[in-house]
């Protein structure tokens, strides 16, 4: 008699990492903004500041071109701001020294008090929300923040000792180093509603049925992991990677950032932020994934749902899937 199913997790909060995400994002796209505009017309800035633009144009704009590169770096902490904590703790600290000399140079009356407005927006505005970033990668753990080893595997890499504490099925599957298949059938479900479906339509999931023929082939490349699931004659191909203590997953053109835990010899997965094209995407409005899976005779029990932040589920599939036994080897002499 099979295992009763462990209780399927809720869909996710907005984890604080995705707005971390998001804000570095929209640091990234104001620096490249504003950086270009000064560079490409330090003029018509300068004017509105009440500075003469005679003789300080290449000040301006060099002032605009270190505002850019700071916007390239905020956008690549943005894509893992554990990771690249640093760069943010230039960044606030950027921020913190600017108007400190600002307020120098307006008392010494070398700038006019107008240059309060670009304080105000280039750097006050953001004290709060970096200073909040920095925090939170603090209480995450720093040490995770300059890289996470893959040690005997992607997922043993991740969940490090926890690993050894799921079933046996479920470490054979998540801690091999070859290809590992499985196969079986499941139920497929679709959210309710003709825009759930056009999205799920559109991203290629599979449509609402029961008994579907699904298979599933992982092949371990080095540090990560590449997935086949077929369901029917529909094949999805996504690519696992570590980033930052998180288990990265990219289906197209979207990457799912999941945390992956160990819940009594189960398997659980939630996803804790998502990107489009390498961009950040908003808490209130991105995808998600919830996952479990735990041992079942001769294989695995999965359950997983895919939606999206604020419809709700897409699709959803579980049910129950076995192993491939590799064939055994010839006995046969050689030639």
């Given at each position: 008699?099979?295992?009763?199913?462990?209780?399927?997790?809720?869909?996710?909060?907005?984890?604080?990492?995705?707005?971390?995400?998001?804000?570095?994002?929209?640091?990234?796209?104001?620096?490249?903004?504003?950086?270009?505009?000064?560079?490409?017309?330090?003029?018509?800035?300068?004017?509105?500041?009440?500075v003469p633009a005679d003789a300080n144009?290449?000040?301006?704009?060099?002032?605009?071109?270190?505002?850019?590169?700071?916007?390239?770096?905020?956008?690549?902490?943005?894509?893992?701001?554990?990771?690249?904590?640093?760069?943010?703790?230039?960044?606030?600290?950027?921020?913190?020294?600017?108007?400190?000399?600002?307020?120098?140079?307006?008392?010494?009356?070398?700038?006019?008090?107008?240059?309060?407005?670009?304080?105000?927006?280039?750097?006050?505005?953001?004290?709060?929300?970096?200073?909040?970033?920095?925090?939170?990668?603090?209480?995450?753990?720093?040490?995770?923040?300059?890289?996470?080893?893959?040690?005997?595997?992607?997922?043993?890499?991740?969940?490090?000792?926890?690993?050894?504490?799921?079933?046996?099925?479920?470490?054979?599957?998540?801690?091999?180093?070859?290809?590992?298949?499985?196969?079986?059938?499941?139920?497929?479900e679709r959210g309710p509603g003709a825009?759930?479906?056009?999205?799920?339509?559109?991203?290629g999931f599979p449509p609402a049925s029961?008994?579907?023929?699904?298979?599933?082939?992982?092949?371990?490349?080095?540090?990560?992991?590449?997935?086949?699931?077929?369901?029917?004659?529909?094949?999805?191909?996504?690519?696992?990677?570590?980033?930052?203590?998180?288990?990265?997953?990219?289906?197209?053109?979207?990457?799912?950032?999941?945390?992956?835990?160990?819940?009594?010899?189960?398997?659980?997965?939630?996803?804790?932020?998502?990107?489009?094209?390498?961009?950040?995407?908003?808490?209130?409005?991105?995808?998600?994934?919830?996952?479990?899976?735990?041992?079942?005779?001769?294989?695995?029990?999965?359950?997983?749902?895919?939606?999206?932040?604020?419809?709700?589920?897409?699709?959803?599939?579980?049910?129950?899937?076995?192993?491939?036994?590799?064939?055994?080897?010839?006995?046969?002499?050689?030639?």
């Amino acid at each position: 008699m099979p295992p009763p199913s462990p209780a399927f997790p809720a869909p996710p909060r907005a984890h604080p990492l995705a707005w971390a995400a998001f804000i570095l994002g929209l640091a990234a796209v104001y620096n490249l903004v504003w950086g270009a505009v000064v560079v490409l017309a330090p003029g018509w800035g300068l004017g509105l500041l009440g500075v003469p633009a005679d003789a300080n144009l290449p000040l301006a704009q060099c002032i605009g071109m270190i505002v850019g590169v700071y916007g390239i770096g905020y956008g690549i902490a943005a894509t893992d701001p554990v990771r690249y904590w640093p760069l943010v703790f230039v960044g606030l600290l950027g921020k913190v020294l600017g108007p400190l000399g600002a307020v120098w140079a307006v008392a010494a009356g070398t700038l006019p008090a107008g240059i309060a407005v670009v304080n105000l927006t280039n750097d006050v505005v953001w004290w709060l929300p970096f200073g909040w970033i920095l925090w939170r990668v603090h209480r995450s753990g720093l040490p995770s923040a300059v890289g996470c080893g893959v040690s005997g595997g992607l997922y043993p890499g991740l969940m490090g000792p926890s690993h050894a504490c799921l079933a046996p099925g479920l470490r054979r599957l998540h801690g091999a180093t070859g290809p590992v298949e499985v196969s079986g059938l499941v139920t497929v479900e679709r959210g309710p509603g003709a825009l759930r479906r056009l999205i799920a339509d559109r991203e290629g999931f599979p449509p609402a049925s029961e008994r579907v023929p699904v298979h599933l082939l992982v092949t371990p490349e080095g540090g990560r992991e590449v997935w086949h699931r077929t369901f029917g004659t529909l094949t999805l191909r996504s690519i696992q990677w570590p980033a930052g203590g998180l288990l990265a997953e990219r289906l197209g053109h979207v990457t799912l950032y999941l945390e992956p835990r160990e819940v009594e010899g189960h398997l659980e997965m939630q996803s804790v932020r998502a990107t489009a094209f390498g961009l950040p995407l908003p808490p209130f409005f991105a995808p998600y994934a919830v996952a479990v899976a735990h041992d079942a005779p001769g294989g695995l029990q999965i359950h997983v749902e895919l939606g999206v932040t604020p419809l709700g589920r897409l699709v959803a599939y579980r049910g129950t899937v076995q192993f491939h036994e590799a064939p055994p080897p010839s006995t046969s002499p050689a030639p």
